[in-house]
């Protein structure tokens, strides 16, 4: 299952430079349906491992979240597609999740400063100078990352993630009739 928001760092203004990839670490966080602390548990009850199973990336123009479902009962896909509705409008931004989340959003930051990330990144910039994609690393700035308000990342989530920015991909040996009806009746 693959839930897709049209929402990268593109998408971001000067201020919002890596609240795209925060927002991303947010829907880990919790949600109407399910709380702080409680996505990683879950998505372990069914038999999904972080990263491997369950994994999010976000891009220039884009943040897809992926969970590659162990089965095809009712339970875990009526789960997963819960997952992604509240991804799609339902995220729990909450002030202590908010602030627990820099330091790991931060930590992907001093892993990706690397020989290789410098490269890319001036092949980037020559290869589309003059455009705003030379400049927009998902990842986005540090001081950013640090001192954003709350309001500023749930500001960007309540503009991008809509309706028609969102996809929705299901895909496995499943009674189509079926999960399409779990679809509508979940998304509608």
Known sequence: MLFRSGAGSLQETEEQRGLAHFVEHMAFRGSTHVPDGEVFKLLQRLGLRTGADANATTGLTETVYQFDLPKNDEETLDTGLMLSRDIASELAFNPEGF????????????????????AFEAQTKFLLRGQLASDRSPIG???IIRGA???RATEFYRDYYRPERAALVVVGDIDLDAVEAKIKARFS
């Open 141 to 143: 700035k540090v001081e």
């Open 149 to 151: 308000p709350m309001a």
């Open 99 to 118: 602030e627990a989340e820099r330091g790991p959003v931060l930590s992907e930051e001093r892993l990706r400063d690397g020989p290789g990330a410098h």
